[in-house]
């Protein structure tokens, strides 16, 4: 393996075709490069240089030799300043899964902040479900999920980095559904279609509470994890779901989403999702960006 520094003396030499110019070039003495060079020769076992005492020249190995090695050089130069873009998340590859409800987000416009700052990083990402992000997860497919499901597995770490307004999607003829707020009392006697406590326990649980709080039990006509499956179910007049208020803006023509008043279910914590086993300078470049406070 060649020292570079012996390259380096090499090239400095061969550009000016002169020993005491070529060591003020390099910031060393001239005896120090015309042990470099000795050095280069014997390792590559060709004459570089043919020296007189008035003029350097290269010798028709050295000419071929000074051609490719300045080129390696360059190449050596480019790997190190992409290296240390890639160490400083300044370069590299994300794959990214959103929730298809933040779509209708702020966060798209980190995102959108993200690209412009590190326009080197290529950033790729697909909407899917909250289930299909765990998945994705699971499988190693994508890097980093923005999701409102938490994924609490060793292997995950999330981190909260912005909040969801939630309302209740309703049938179009339902009367609640020209009301510009609807609280979960007016609703208990409503069938709900809700997320599977596996995929999301807190917010199951708490909407258990509430109802046993309020003397009634939640009725429960299915489970479904994806917000326009629940309103796709609601359209076809199933039943009742807490869904992401941004659905109102186009959700099914049967169907409109009510804001919610009360205090725990009428938002829920957007978490960015990552790999605690797979640390990336890109990846936390990212996660800044993303959970900065918003001005």
Do not use: C, W
Request: glycine share 6%.
């Amino acid at each position: 393996m060649f020292d570079v520094r012996l390259i380096q003396s090499f090239l400095a030499v061969a550009t000016h075709r002169h020993f005491g110019k070529a060591a003020e070039a390099v910031h060393a003495t001239q005896p120090g490069i015309s042990q470099h060079i000795a050095k280069l020769e014997d390792q590559l076992g060709f004459q570089l240089l043919e020296r007189t005492k008035r003029s350097v020249v290269l010798t028709a190995a050295g000419e071929y030799f000074f051609e490719q090695s300045a080129l390696l050089v360059r190449q050596l130069e480019r790997i190190r300043q992409e290296g240390l873009e890639i160490a400083e998340g300044k370069m590299g590859h994300i794959n990214m899964g959103i929730a298809s409800s933040l779509i209708y987000s702020e966060l798209t416009g980190r995102i959108a902040e993200f690209k412009r700052q590190t326009p080197n990083v290529a950033l790729s990402f697909a909407v899917h479900g909250g289930d299909r992000l765990r998945h994705l997860m699971d499988t190693g497919e994508i890097d980093l999920a923005i999701t409102t499901m938490p994924m609490t597995e060793e292997q995950f770490r999330p981190l909260v980095i912005s909040t969801q307004a939630m309302g209740v999607a309703l049938p179009a003829a339902h009367p609640l559904a020209v009301r510009d707020v609807v609280t979960l009392a007016e609703l208990k006697e409503e069938s709900f279609i809700v997320v599977p406590r596996r995929d999301y326990p807190l917010f199951h649980d708490t909407l258990v509470a509430k109802f046993q709080a309020m003397g009634s039990t939640l009725r429960i006509a299915a489970y479904e994890t994806p917000f326009l499956n629940a309103i796709a179910r609601v359209a076809i007049g199933e039943g009742v779901a807490i869904v992401a208020i941004g659905y109102g803006g186009d959700s099914h023509d049967a169907v409109r989403v009510v804001p919610l008043a009360d205090d725990q279910l009428a938002s829920m914590p957007v978490y960015a999702v990552v790999r605690s086993d797979r640390p990336r300078s890109s990846i936390e470049r990212l996660l800044e960006v993303l959970s900065a406070p918003r001005g």
